[in-house]
T-cell receptor, first 113, second 112 residues
Framework: GQQLNQSPQSMFIQEGEDVSMNCTSS?????WLWYKQDPGEGPVLLIA?????ELTSNGRLTAQFGITRKDSFLNISASIPSDVGIYFC?????????????FGKGTLLTVNP | KAGVTQTPRYLIKTRGQQVTLSCSPI?????VSWYQQTPGQGLQFLFE???????NKGNFPGRFSGRQFSNSRSEMNVSTLELGDSALYLC???????????FGEGSRLTVL
């Protein structure tokens, strides 16, 4: 089946630093999504991307849908302690009645105040 | 508006038992998906329901089943529990199932 390779697996950074993480796939997707999961909570949608080449921002977060439709990246600028959590990418091919998301294994982000 | 509600939040079972988890989607959302989350495997898709019909199914054994009611509420059942079924089970709802999933806080199952 489809698999997403998300990297890095974990990051330990200082407050104020910028962060970059990415996802790659051997298959194409027509939607890319980025989620964040806090401890003890379910994932929360951060950014959704629907078009190849699309660059979208949400506050300090910026994500891009790769031109090949096989990759996406997420940047966080000027990190703060509450950015701590697990970030997941997810790809979707919504053809017919198929609405199954495929998730990456996550990037664990730790921010040192 | 109220988010996705999952019950129970925590439960402990023993091998061989069965368990039923419940999910109430966001009002107006007709699609409900279930995911299993474990440290080793990440988020694995179980199944998705839309208007009481199972539209998609992941690669899990038949011990895992689900259903959706006319009010869009959903349940999933795991029979003959195994130690490896210990996980966080997440339910997510969306209006049409088209990507923008809203997750509940999950039901954490421990099998002893």
């Amino acid at each position: 089946g489809q698999q997403l390779n998300q990297s890095p697996q974990s990051m330990f950074i200082q407050e104020g630093e910028d962060v970059s993480m990415n996802c790659t796939s051997s298959s194409i997707f027509n939607t890319w999504l980025w989620y964040k999961q806090d401890p003890g909570e379910g994932p929360v949608l951060l950014i959704a991307l629907y078009k190849a080449g699309e660059l979208t921002s949400n506050g300090r977060l910026t994500a891009q849908f790769g031109i090949t439709r096989k990759d996406s990246f997420l940047n966080i600028s000027a990190s703060i302690p509450s950015d701590v959590g697990i970030y997941f990418c997810a790809g979707l091919n919504s053809g017919g009645s198929n609405y199954k998301l495929t998730f990456g294994k996550g990037t664990l982000l730790t921010v040192n105040p | 508006k109220a988010g996705v509600t999952q019950t129970p939040r925590y439960l402990i079972k023993t091998r061989g038992q069965q368990v039923t988890l419940s999910c109430s989607p966001i009002s107006g959302h007709r699609s409900v998906s279930w995911y299993q989350q474990t440290p080793g495997q990440g988020l694995q898709f179980l199944f998705e329901y839309f208007s009481e019909t199972q539209r998609n199914k992941g690669n899990f054994p038949g011990r895992f089943s689900g259903r959706q009611f006319s009010n869009s509420r959903s349940e999933m059942n795991v029979s003959t529990l195994e130690l490896g079924d210990s996980a966080l089970y997440l339910c997510a709802s969306s209006r049409l199932g088209a990507g923008e999933l809203f997750f509940g806080e999950g039901s954490r199952l421990t099998v002893l």
